[in-house]
Structure formats: structure tokens, C-alpha cells
């Protein structure tokens, strides 16, 4: 009888693989980390074994992670932010779009997702995945003012009866800045993706996407207050 700590059949120690993970959550390169692994263990192991380990526990941790029903706000922040994408052929000289959606006191992110466009679908996809862990009605939206949220707010959040969740846009005098928590975390996803010098394709960069929110969410320490979002 063996438990299965999900590193069955695996050839290398599951601390290995742990501590792999945890240096490129903690911006190291997959290169880098294949070399860590060989001075300091005698683990020989190549660069895209550990992308392989990535794409599995990222995986099995989304699964996981996404069935569990955090405690919310309802203030919701949403951002995009322009990655670059080398194997992609898109307009922009490979480029594609990271939608973000974070909640107002927890930081906690309910969505990740990378598109091609930055139309209204794209954001209309983001909000629904958010919705999946809201629990209750949102309060208020906060955005850039981007046309697609806009639109994208109307389809998806919009109703006849009250009380309403309220559109907010974070532009002009009254409402500038108060996107800049959402803003923040661009800014720490902005500084993995230059180690990263590109990601390979979208859907190489979703599964990061998936993995950096869980380790957002779940690992990762925050110093405006005590602890992990949850």
C-alpha cells in the first residue's frame, strides 16, 4: 500500500520537485533552477523537465484551489497588462494580453487569463470566471475605463433590479487612482515575465498565469497585512 502524495511514478523526490517550483515563483528561470538543482543536490535534470512539472502541479493545483470559496469583498479591481509572447503570431510582434481580476481588501485574484485581443469577449471571459467565486452580488467593479469593460460590465453584471453593482471607471479627477492595487500586481507579474525573457505560446503563458495566481493567492506572503489573501 503506497500513498499517493501525487509524486507517484515520478523519477525524481518530490522535495525536488517542490523546491524547483518554489524558485520560479520566487523569479528564478527554468535554466537557472536546473543549475541550482545540479550544484547544491547532484540533481541532473534539464530545463524543460522542470516546464513538465510546472504544466503537471499547476494543473492539479487549479483544480484544487478553484473549488474552494474564498470570503470576499465584492469589490473587485480588473486590469490588463501587455505580455510578450515569442511562438505566437499576432499584430503586435507577439504579444498578447494578461487579464487580471482581484478583490478589494483580500488581494485575492479570481481570475488569470491570456488573450490575443483585448475586445469585449475577452473581457466578458474574465468576469465570468471571477463570478464562479464571488458567492454573492458583486458591490462595485473598478476598471480603466477600457471601452470592453464597459460593455463587458453591462452583459455580465447589469440588472433592472437592486440594489446594482456599481461601474466604476478609475479615470478623471474623482475616480483616478484607485485602480492601483490591481495596478501593483502588474507591476509583480510585469518583473517575472522579463526572467522569463518571453513566454513560449498562450498556452504556455495561461498555465503561469494559473500557477502565479495560485501562488498569489495561496503562498506567497503580503506585507499590507498579516498572511496569505486567505
Known amino acids: 500500500f503506497v500513498i499517493n502524495e501525487g509524486f507517484l511514478k515520478m523519477k525524481s523526490d518530490g522535495k525536488i520537485v517542490c523546491l524547483a517550483l518554489d524558485l520560479f ?18 540533481v541532473n535534470v534539464e530545463h524543460s523537465t522542470i516546464i513538465r512539472w510546472l504544466q503537471k502541479y499547476v494543473k492539479i493545483a487549479k483544480e484544487f484551489v478553484n473549488s474552494l470559496k474564498p470570503d470576499l469583498s465584492g469589490i473587485y479591481h480588473v486590469d490588463e497588462m501587455l505580455i510578450r509572447v515569442r511562438k505566437d503570431k499576432m499584430e503586435m510582434g507577439h504579444y498578447a494580453w494578461l487579464w487580471n481580476l482581484s478583490d478589494h481588501d483580500t488581494r485575492f485574484l479570481l481570475a488569470s487569463r491570456v488573450s490575443q485581443r483585448r475586445e469585449v469577449q475577452d473581457a466578458r471571459a474574465v468576469f465570468q470566471e ?16 477600457l471601452q470592453s469593460y464597459n460593455e463587458a460590465f ?5 440588472t433592472l433590479k437592486g440594489p446594482r453593482t456599481e461601474n466604476i471607471r478609475s479615470v478623471g479627477r474623482r475616480h483616478e487612482g484607485l485602480n492601483q492595487r490591481i495596478e501593483r500586481l502588474n507591476g509583480d507579474i ?25 501562488n498569489h493567492n495561496f503562498i506567497r506572503p503580503h506585507i499590507a497585512f498579516d498572511g496569505k489573501t486567505l
Do not use: C, W
Not at 515563483?25 to 547532484?42: C, H, P
Not at 510585469?190 to 495560485?214: K, W
Open 25 to 42: 515563483f520566487k523569479g528564478n528561470s527554468f535554466r537557472k533552477i536546473a543549475d541550482t538543482l545540479e550544484q547544491f543536490y547532484s
Open 130 to 145: 471571477g463570478k464562479k467565486l464571488m458567492g454573492r452580488r458583486a458591490i462595485a467593479v473598478v476598471h480603466d475605463g
Open 190 to 214: 510585469r518583473d517575472r515575465e522579463i526572467v522569463m525573457r518571453g513566454l513560449d505560446h498562450d498556452e504556455t503563458a495561461q498555465i503561469i498565469a494559473d500557477g502565479l495566481r495560485i
Open 154 to 158: 453591462d452583459k455580465e453584471f447589469f
